[in-house]
């Protein structure tokens, strides 16, 4: 079975992932927290992606792949964001990232497969995205860089969501009203569910994608690229 390493895990689209890929891989989940108790072949490794160097001594000695899933929701209008705000929007989204990285590429064994996570907003010009957009941009032009400079041997691709029902996102879907009026912004008339993205992250993690390297994939709901209202 394949070894890959989740950056967290514990929630959303993380969590989505690990049940998709635990019957026939050993999946390690690196994370603040773990309280799953149902899903075998799953080893938690204690780590909070702002302050800790990941230990890969608890890591096997080849991995297939990795995601780096922690990220962040910050929306507000441009005046009312401090630079520290976009300090730590860009620690957590995209240093911390480059860290797990650093740490990591030297078990990732030849045909591996690194998933990463942007947002339609760095593509597709959004109000009060400043922050957040600016931070997944630096992971889009990371990712294909990446990519550039380790192919063939490893693969590295980006999701950029729209919006997503997780816990992330929990304050901007938390009533039906909201949840109406967010679906009704996308051409599919919804908003994202975890396993929407953890379905395309297992596909690039997949021989099936193995012709795939330095992209960019819109899981929106169609919101990047068509008007319909």
Not at 38 to 62: R, V
Not at 167 to 194: C, F, I, S, T, W
């Amino acid at each position: 079975m394949k070894n890959i390493l989740l950056i967290g895990g514990s929630h959303g689209i993380g969590l989505a992932l690990a049940r998709l890929l635990h019957e026939n891989h050993n999946v390690y989940i690196a994370s603040r927290t773990w309280e799953v108790t149902d899903l075998p072949n799953i080893k938690h490794i204690p780590f909070d992606a702002l302050t800790d160097a990941l230990d890969t001594s608890t890591l096997p000695e080849q991995l297939n792949g990795l995601v780096y899933c922690p990220g962040s929701i910050n929306l507000k209008p441009f005046k009312m964001l401090s630079v520290d705000t976009f300090k730590e929007d860009m620690q957590l989204n995209f240093f911390s990232l480059v860290n797990v990285v650093k740490d990591v590429l030297p078990k990732l064994a030849d045909g591996s497969s690194i998933v990463f996570f942007s947002t339609v907003a760095v593509q597709t010009g959004m109000p009060f995205h400043t922050s957040v957009a600016a931070a997944k941009g630096a992971i889009e032009g990371f990712t294909k860089s990446l990519a550039a400079e380790y192919a063939p041997r490893i693969r590295v691709n980006a999701i950029a969501p729209s919006l997503v029902d997780t816990p992330l996102a929990a304050r901007l879907l938390n009533n039906d009203k909201k949840k109406e009026m967010m679906a009704q912004r996308h051409p599919l008339k919804r908003v994202g569910e975890a396993t929407d993205l953890a379905k395309i992250a297992q596909f690039l993690l997949s021989p099936d994608s193995s012709w795939m390297t330095g992209q960019i994939i819109g899981v929106d709901g169609g919101l990047s690229t068509l008007n319909v209202n």
